[in-house]
């Protein structure tokens, strides 16, 4: 069951890059209503299958569904806030925390009520709401259009277009060399994105480290029970509260977003090597609180600085 549980997180993030150069080209919208659809539909079947290779495939293809829908919204939000980006996406994910904080007792009390299969049927349905959510993103007006002036008796395909439209024989080597030259943008052109791509893959092992052993790890140095439980919610608050002041601090002109993540590096690393030495409930509660408001805020910091690093306001406008 773990296992199933771990294929649904990888397919949520190995196909990330895809899903944004895909929107990108066929637009964020209807990605993320086919993914929407996907994901929840997946989520609905797995609640019925009693095959645990079927359960496995069927949260595969909600994890990708669930990728496709986050994954446009995301990419879509630095078009429509150009000039407020770092409020949007701390605002968007400090909400995202909350859900954290509310989905376990919730999770537990609809296994209660109705079963696993019930809950995970219930949980599809909400999860339909992306859809929704999808379709109420409105496509912008691109700036081309109103600069274009079509000739007499000339094409509706302006250059740009004719560029992108090659013919049948070398359509996948047009892809295919567009591809490589944007993973050449991003990796060999920005060689510090690749240092956050890098950092991200550690972060999200650590992330995920934390949350599962944070408890334990709290019991194991004799806190009681329901003290090490309220660890969880340090954390979660430290989360909330990074995520919801990034966007001023960055804003505020003081450090760029790529410094901010250094930083923020280096005072979860601070705050893992004093838990290694303290037993208070209290000092274990202010780490925990340090680490849940930097590793929460990475997430989405990451987002800012690989923007900020591929001036990404970018030339997203120019590729509508």
């Not at 994954?71 to 925390?97: E, H, R, W």
């Not at 949350?211 to 439980?229: C, R, Y």
């Not at 930097?294 to 987002?303: C, E, H, N, Q």
Request: charged share 10%.
């Amino acid at each position: 069951m773990g296992a199933c549980m771990a294929v649904y997180a990888v397919a949520s993030e190995i196909f990330a890059p895809i899903i944004t150069w895909a929107a990108q080209i066929y637009g964020e919208r209807p990605l993320a209503i086919s993914g929407g659809i996907i994901s929840s539909l997946a989520l609905c079947l797995a609640s019925q299958v009693g095959s645990l290779t079927s359960f496995g495939i069927l949260l595969f293809l909600s994890g990708i569904g669930s990728s496709m829908a986050v994954m446009s919204l995301t990419s879509a939000i630095p078009k429509y806030f150009p000039d407020n980006i770092q409020n949007v996406f701390g605002f968007i994910c400090a909400v995202g925390a909350i859900g954290i904080m509310v989905f376990p007792p919730v999770n537990q009390l609809l296994i209660f009520i109705y079963g696993w299969r019930g809950a995970l049927l219930i949980f599809g349905a909400i999860n339909a709401h992306s859809v929704v959510c999808g379709a109420l993103v409105r496509p912008l007006k691109s700036p081309h259009e109103e600069n274009y002036t079509q000739l007499e008796g000339d094409s509706i395909m302006s250059d740009r277009n004719v560029e992108a439209a090659p013919n049948e024989h070398s359509r996948i080597r047009f892809h295919m060399n567009k591809l490589l030259t944007y993973l050449t943008f991003l990796f060999i052109d920005h060689p510090r994105f690749t240092f956050i791509v890098i950092s991200e893959i550690l972060s999200g092992v650590i992330w995920a480290g934390w949350v599962i052993f944070l408890v334990p790890h709290a019991l194991n140095k004799g806190i009681p029970d329901q003290m090490a439980s309220f660890l969880s919610s340090s954390g979660a608050l430290g989360t909330i509260i990074g995520r919801l002041i990034m966007g001023y601090v960055i804003q505020g002109g003081h450090v760029t977003s790529f410094q901010f993540y250094i930083i923020l590096g280096l005072l979860n690393t601070g705050a893992f090597c004093l838990d290694l030495i303290s037993e208070s409930f209290a000092v274990l509660a202010i780490l925990a609180f340090i680490n849940g408001l930097a590793s929460g805020t990475f997430i989405v910091l990451s987002f800012c600085a690989a923007a900020e690093i591929l001036g990404m306001t970018m030339q997203w406008e120019d590729t509508v």
